[in-house]
């Protein structure tokens, strides 16, 4: 209205926000249906826009993330996630991680630096954070020796292990062409799952033609024994006595002449006290839920056939596995 004493005047109502032509309570429900199916397969069951389905899902991460509860957070994993084909990652946070699996936070637009994790969880709760885990992955080794000093920084169980894998792999793969090439019998021919998986995962069949290849020195075998010797360290309870085992198992690694083994070895050295921390944590904590929020992620992206922005990405993955909450109504409608 337009008051002759006070001028232009904007009467506020409850079910609407500003110009948007959606009312509030429309809105929460096309976000909750947003989770279900993909944002266009959204609009066309409810006949309205791909952008009215953004901004309702935008609406709802806001409220959410302006209503979480952060309080009491001790320990987070940071793991990366592939967003487009060209190099560009995103860094993944569950803010309870371990705890409590609850909200997901996305920093580093389009690859940027992986401080913005710590700027986003903020300084006064980073200084209380007793446990870090994450990969072997530089960028997040020296920002989190630098954001998060007083924490203990874990490397991942599973990541380390992933190196041991990708490296045995390596030497398969090298060794099966070169022994083609030399006429010999492809005896590495359909091992590779063979040397990969653990013994008790073996089938019948996969153990009795392990047993027939230890018979040979093959450079495939002595990677793939080294992997089980390295297996042991997880059994220790004393950090002390794993450092021993770790020193031993580099130091024989080492002079096995295998490039790629050697080259974990390397890295193993390298960061061998943040190996070392995952005793000193009592072997608690691992990033193995920050991986279920990977996986989550990835589908929840293939289901929309990719997102082309960051801005369009991080509310649809904030939304799809943040586990946010929302506002107390007197009907809810589904």
């Not at 089938?203 to 450079?219: F, G, P």
Request: aromatic share 12%.
């Amino acid at each position: 209205m337009n008051c002759a004493q006070c001028g232009i005047l904007v009467e506020r109502l409850p079910w609407a926000v500003g110009k948007h032509q959606l009312t509030q309570t429309y809105a929460w429900y096309l976000s909750r249906w947003a989770k279900r199916l993909s944002w266009q397969a959204t609009a066309e069951a409810f006949s309205t826009s791909w952008y009215h389905i953004l901004h309702s899902v935008e609406m709802a991460v806001c409220w959410g993330l302006a209503n979480r509860n952060l309080t009491g957070i001790e320990a987070i994993g940071v793991d990366e996630i592939q967003w487009r084909r060209d190099h560009k990652v995103l860094t993944l946070v569950p803010d309870r991680c371990w705890l409590q699996a609850a909200s997901v936070d996305w920093g580093g637009a389009q690859g940027g630096h992986p401080g913005q994790i710590f700027d986003w969880f903020g300084a006064e709760r980073s200084e209380r954070l007793r446990f870090v885990c994450s990969d072997m992955w530089k960028p997040y080794l020296n920002v989190i020796a630098d954001k998060a000093t007083q924490a203990i920084h874990v490397l991942d169980r599973f990541h380390i292990m992933a190196h041991l894998s990708k490296a045995i792999d390596e030497v398969r793969a090298g060794e099966a062409r070169q022994m083609k090439a030399d006429g010999y019998e492809p005896l590495l021919t359909n091992t590779r799952w063979l040397l990969l998986k653990r013994p008790e995962n073996l089938t019948e069949n996969q153990e009795l033609k392990l047993t027939e290849l230890l018979q040979y020195n093959l450079r495939s075998i002595r990677s793939y024994l080294f992997k089980e010797d390295f297996q042991q360290l997880w059994q220790y309870a004393s950090a002390a006595w794993a450092g021993k085992l770790l020193d031993h198992w580099c130091t024989q690694t080492m002079r096995s002449q295998i490039d790629p083994m050697k080259k974990v070895a390397r890295k193993i050295r390298k960061n061998r006290e943040l190996i070392l921390n995952w005793f000193e944590a009592g072997g608690q904590y691992s990033s193995g839920i920050v991986e279920g929020f990977n996986k989550k992620a990835k589908l929840t992206m293939r289901t929309a056939y990719g997102y082309k922005s960051f801005h369009n990405i991080e509310p649809a993955l904030c939304h799809a596995i943040g586990n946010l909450p929302e506002p107390k109504t007197t009907h809810r409608f589904f």
